[in-house]
């Protein structure tokens, strides 16, 4: 049972770094703004604020950018 409020985003890996995350899921125009809203803590990652680009995700963490929030699941 899924959170309508949460859009899956699925991935090929075991694991993606959260600069990418953001511009597959659509949350930034490009890696600068990306950049950006991570340095200024405007990213969360599972609940709390990662200032780290490179950060690595995997299956069933959660990024919060501006309200909106995305789940990562593995790609079928």
């Not at 959170?3 to 995350?21: H, K, S, W």
């Not at 604020?49 to 789940?71: A, F, M, P, S």
């Amino acid at each position: 049972m899924s959170n309508p409020e949460i859009e899956e985003i699925p991935i090929r890996d075991d694991m993606i770094r959260l600069g990418q995350l953001l511009k597959l899921a659509n949350l930034v125009e490009d890696g600068v703004e990306a950049t950006e809203l991570i340095k200024n803590g405007l990213v969360k990652v599972n609940g709390e604020i990662d200032d780290r680009r490179g950060r690595q995700l995997h299956v069933g963490d959660t990024v919060t950018v501006n309200g909106q929030t995305v789940r990562i699941t593995k790609e079928s």
